[in-house]
């Protein structure tokens, strides 16, 4: 499982995570969509936000490994700001690659686009 280095833990003050220490002894959790509703709580907005500007400001439009970037976090993104940059695409993977959407991402997220989130 490849680490981000100077990728942020979590959303600093809380207790939204961004990324895991170690691969789950289980098995890998894989990334799935969720469905983000009009009724979601401010916090998980924010964290939302900070973890999409922490992944354009590493990342940028380039493909990206899953690595150890939180599943759950992720996938709150995926399908939408993040989508898959292989085929066939493996969401329990860790080798999994993925890209950001910019265009949708900049419309779902302008604040993380100029550092409104740090």
């Known amino acids: 499982m490849l680490k981000h280095r100077g990728f942020p833990g979590r959303l600093p003050g809380t207790d939204f995570q961004f990324t895991i220490r170690r691969p789950n002894p289980k098995g890998v959790t894989p990334i799935i969509r969720r469905e983000r509703f009009r009724d979601r709580k401010p916090a998980d907005r924010r964290a939302d936000a900070a973890f999409m500007q922490a992944l354009w400001e590493q990342f940028g439009d380039q493909p990206f490994e899953r690595g150890n970037l ?49």
Not at 76 to 82: A, P, S
Not at 106 to 117: E, K, L, T, V
């Open 70 to 118: 939180d599943a759950g976090r992720l996938s709150w993104l995926f399908g939408r700001e993040v989508i898959p940059a292989e085929d066939p695409f493996d969401p329990a993977s860790y080798e999994a690659l993925l890209v950001i959407d910019e265009t949708v991402a900049r419309a779902s997220f302008p604040d993380a686009f100029d550092g409104g989130w740090a």
